[in-house]
């Protein structure tokens, strides 16, 4: 028995051969009377069939390969427009970069004395401690205790150095302390760190008038951080009935999460040129 796919074969075969037959027949310069007439009505629609496939069939292989164009010119583009917005997104950083370099370029001209730019490159993991480290070292000159500042204010200062890196402890670590006071009233106190991000101005006596929103600064009288220096301003105070200081709490002008780049400044008496 024929399968099928056989006897579809067989009958397009078939087909192909009568339609040949009948165009032989009909296409003859000799009048073929009514016999031609009849060959015609009979093979017209298989001719109309076959011709209605093969232009099917050959629109659907135009399609497919114009299909296939498309398909690689969209990959092209999608490639063009990812390296276009690579190329942006570097042209982006860069121009953050330099805006915060020009920063830190005009903060340093209003300082006296040599101060050393470097960049952040770590920072400590850990919750309890509070510290980055920096790409400069003791072949770059940096010491031990030097203080490192950004424009908005002091970061903190060098606690430990190897040839090419340091590592810095910043203010709001819990082992920091800078000698500060209130640049409006002149109040001392000692800014320390907190975990949450903040500061505490401790040791400041109940009888000071201290507000909320007041600007803290440094006293240089630490013999680490000059004098003038912004640390921040003051969020909240409670004066409790008993005990002679007060609790004032400071949030510093430092964005610490957005650190990338400081300066240490080389000499620790150096005296900040303050605007007014």
Known sequence: MFSKKMALAVGIIVLIIVNFIALSVT???????????????????????VTDSICFARGAWSHYFFLVSVAKENDNLKKSL??????????????????????????QKTMTGRV?????????????????????????????????VVPEGIAGQITDVSLHHSRVLLII????????LVQKTRTRGIIKGESA?????????????????????????????????????????????????????????????KLEEVLVLMVSDQVPVMSE
């Open 27 to 49: 296409g003859s310069r000799y009048p073929s009377f009514g016999f031609g007439r009849i060959v015609i009505s009979f093979i017209a629609p298989f001719q109309e069939a």
């Open 82 to 107: 990812s390296r276009a917005i690579e190329k942006n997104n570097r042209f982006s950083e860069i121009e953050l970069s330099n805006s915060r370099l020009r920063s830190l370029l005009n903060f």
């Open 116 to 148: 050393l730019a470097a960049e952040v490159i770590g920072k400590d993991p850990s919750p309890w401690f509070k510290t980055i480290t920096i790409n400069k070292g003791k072949v770059d000159g940096v010491k031990k205790w030097l203080p490192v």
């Open 173 to 180: 670590d819990r082992n920091s302390a800078v000698d500060a």
């Open 197 to 257: 991000g903040t500061c505490l101005f401790d040791y400041v006596l109940r009888k000071h008038d201290i507000r909320v929103g007041d600007t803290v600064i440094s006293s240089g009288l630490d013999g680490v951080f000059p004098k003038g220096l912004r640390i921040g301003q003051v969020s909240s105070v409670v004066r409790r009935n008993s005990g002679i200081f007060q609790e004032v709490s400071v949030i510093p002008d430092v964005d610490f999460e």
